[in-house]
C-alpha cells in the first residue's frame, strides 16, 4: 500500500521542531542560570529554582512554561496527526478555502499560544527575580510594585495573544471537521 504524505502535518511536525529547539534553549539557559546562581554568579539572574519556590508571581512562570510545552508544543505536534489522518490515511489532500485554513491554524495557532505562554513566562521570571532577596540576585521589590510594573504591562498583550490563539484554532477545527465529512462522503 502506498503511503500518502501529508503536506500539512509535515509543516506542523516542523513547527513542533522548531518550538522544541526553543524550549531546549531556554531550558539550557534556566539550567546554566542555576548553576552559576549556586556559586554566586547572577548573570542570567537569580536561580528559576528559587522563582518557581518562592510561588505568587513567579507562578506566571510556571505555567507559562508548562503551557508553552503542552499547548504550544505538544498540541501543535499532536494536530499533525489530525492533518495526517484527513490527508494521508483518508486521501483527501486540503484545497482552496482549506489550504488557506490550515495556514491561518499554523500560524496563528501556533505562534499565538507559543507567544503568549513565553510571555507569560517571562514575566513570571522577571517577577519573581524582582521578589527575591537581593543576596538571592533579585531585585528585593515589593508586590505592589511587581504587579504594577511587571506583570499588569503584559496582562494585556498575553489575553490578545491567547484570542490570537484561539482564532486559529477554532479556523483550524473549521478546516479538519469540514475536510473530515467531505472526505467521509466519498
Known sequence: METIRSRWAGRFIGLTFALGGVAWLIFTLLVLGNVLAGIGNFTLGPASSRIVAGGGAGSWFTMGILSFLLVGIGGIGFTAFFYQAIEGTMGAPLTGWRNIGA???????????????????????????????TDAGGGGQTVGYVHA?????IAVPIAGLMGIALLGYLVGGIVLATAWMAARKR
Not at 149 to 153: A, E, K, T
Open 149 to 153: 510594573n511587571i506583570l499588569n504591562p
Open 103 to 133: 495556514a491561518i491554524h499554523l500560524v496563528l495557532g501556533g505562534l499565538g499560544s507559543a507567544g503568549a505562554s513565553l510571555l507569560m513566562a517571562w514575566g513570571g521570571f522577571q517577577a519573581g527575580a524582582a521578589l527575591l532577596a
